[in-house]
T-cell receptor
Framework: KQEVTQIPAALSVPEGENLVLNCSFTDSAIYNLQWFRQDPGKGLTSLLL?????REQTSGRLNASLDKSSGRSTLYIAASQPGDSATYLC?????????FGKGTRLSVIA | GAVVSQHPSWVICKSGTSVKIECRSLDFQATTMFWYRQFPKQSLMLMAT?????????EQGVEKDKFLINHASLTLSTLTVTSAHPEDSSFYICSASLPAAEQYFGPGTRLTVT
């Protein structure tokens, strides 16, 4: 059974800092991996989707990497801003629907 | 990306009543729809997977007689919470996709049972 772990559970950084969120998964037989953002009380916003054949994806200040063989992904956020404060969820899809990690709650302090 | 809508966005109901939540894929025909539930400060947990025209597959621990799922067309799935209780209060999110493709999520429905 696929399990997704995200570290750290919470992170607080000063504005402008670069940061890395980590995601690991137990079953490397995946189709894709997605990073989502969730604001309190809101739904999901898809940030980046990495297909299993890809190594990384970039969108603006966000860069996600995927090492399928080791079961790891990272989300790199450059020059963090207070508006980046949210919970970031990692999810993987294989033969099952998306399985989510518990998320990293990010606070960017102005 | 594709658009998935949910209705209602929030609902308050009394204990013992039933509530129906609709999930629609607006610009593509979804062969498969998924229902997730999220309790406060927890992650999303898959409740069930439904394929158009067939019975839903429920995850372990999810009562199929309590959470009725109907996927009558390629663009509509409904989740009915029957005889709702306060412990059913949660954030319900649907997702739609084609096989082995990206899942697109609805905005979620917040259910409060009083």
């Amino acid at each position: 059974k696929q399990e997704v772990t995200q570290i750290p559970a919470a992170l607080s950084v000063p504005e402008g800092e670069n940061l890395v969120l980590n995601c690991s998964f137990t079953d490397s037989a995946i189709y894709n991996l997605q990073w989502f953002r969730q604001d309190p009380g809101k739904g999901l916003t898809s940030l980046l989707l990495i297909q299993s054949s890809q190594r990384e994806q970039t969108s603006g200040r966000l860069n996600a990497s995927l090492d399928k063989s080791s079961g790891r992904s990272t989300l790199y956020i450059a020059a963090s801003q207070p508006g980046d404060s949210a919970t970031y969820l990692c999810a993987v899809r294989g033969n099952t629907p998306l399985v989510f990690g518990k998320g990293t709650r990010l606070s960017v302090i102005a | 990306g594709a658009v998935v809508s949910q209705h209602p966005s929030w609902v308050i109901c009394k204990s013992g009543t039933s509530v129906k939540i609709e999930c629609r894929s607006l610009d593509f025909q979804a062969t498969t729809m998924f229902w997730y539930r999220q309790f406060p400060k927890q992650s999303l947990m898959l409740m069930a997977t439904s394929n158009e025209g067939s019975k839903a597959t429920y995850e372990q621990g999810v009562e199929k007689d309590k959470f009725l799922i109907n996927h009558a067309s390629l663009t509509l799935s409904t989740l009915t919470v029957t005889s709702a209780h306060p412990e059913d209060s949660s954030f319900y999110i649907c997702s739609a996709s084609l096989p082995a493709a990206e899942q697109y999520f609805g905005p979620g429905t917040r259910l409060t049972v009083t």
